[in-house]
């Protein structure tokens, strides 16, 4: 039986550090990259990205909404860049943030977590806000493939906490409860991660939120455009450090098109995390 994404993902982490390089394609990159706003854009930028982060970065986190904004065409281009990632051996981290009834989750998860599917990826993102339980069909058949899914926690925005925090504890907190039980004997970290922005005015631990004791890794969003930096990331999760995924997507690819910058702010990004979480 192959090693559950826990593993997969620490023996990654492990060879190529905290950095998870996202797939952003904006308008005003591809703009800025003298590309145009079409599908073949986003071919060229993808490539471009992925031909100079391959070994750089434990993971690609391709943004669906930016390919699905040129409809079958951009949905066909995220699909080359799955199936590019997947025969480089790079882990992908598919960013949807899905959640649904569990019925309709049946069909989300086929799309994304099932072998040989055209947009199948190593792991996920789904959101719980319909309640954790909907999300059993993707949590299933994700363990059942050695893949993997990123649950949303508590995410980079400020206005996730007008959710995320109402109740005591607070419904972030009853989410990572859950996803620890779901984790229960993986080692070194569970299957099941959380999202965890690295832009929080307060840390998890400072929320009541224990996130060691939930074996998750933990996606953590925000640095660079939006404002963390290294240190952010390394006082938010002073107590697991080694279990951060940490994707960063303007900040590197302001520096295309050029694939050598590219290659040198992703470089510089990962010597950065590593020294911050003296990894
Ligand atoms: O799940 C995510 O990746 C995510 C969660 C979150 O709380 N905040 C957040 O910014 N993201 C995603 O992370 C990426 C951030 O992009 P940059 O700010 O350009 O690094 C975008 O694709 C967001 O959709």
Known sequence: MSPHFGARLAAAMEERGPLCVGLDPHA????????????????????TVLDA???ECAAVKPQSA?????????VAVLEEVLQACRQRGVLTVLDVK????????????????ADGAPLAADSVTLSPY??????RPALDLARAGGRG?????????PEGADVQLVGDPPVAARVAAAVAADNTGLMPFGDIGLVVGATLPRTPAELGIDLAATGA????????????????????????RERVLVPISRGVSSAGPDPEGLRALARDWS?????????
Do not use: C
Not at 98 to 112: F, L, W
Not at 149 to 157: E, I, Y
Not at 221 to 239: I, L, N, S
Not at 271 to 279: D, N, V
């Open 149 to 157: 899914v990123w649950v949303l926690g508590l995410t980079s925005n």
């Open 217 to 240: 890794p933990v996606l953590a969003p925000g640095v660079g455009a939006q404002g963390a930096g290294p240190e952010d990331v390394a006082r938010t999760f002073a107590a697991l």
């Open 130 to 135: 319909l309640g954790y339980g909907s999300l």
């Open 28 to 47: 005003h990159l591809l703009a800025d990259w003298g590309l145009p706003d079409s599908a073949e854009g986003l071919r060229t930028f993808s490539r």
């Open 271 to 279: 010597a950065r995390l590593q020294r911050a979480l003296g990894s």
């Open 53 to 55: 982060v391959t070994g």
């Open 66 to 74: 930016f390919y699905e904004r040129h409809g079958s065409a951009g």
């Open 98 to 113: 899905r959640g649904d009834i569990g019925s309709t989750m049946g069909a989300y998860a086929t799309a994304y977590l």
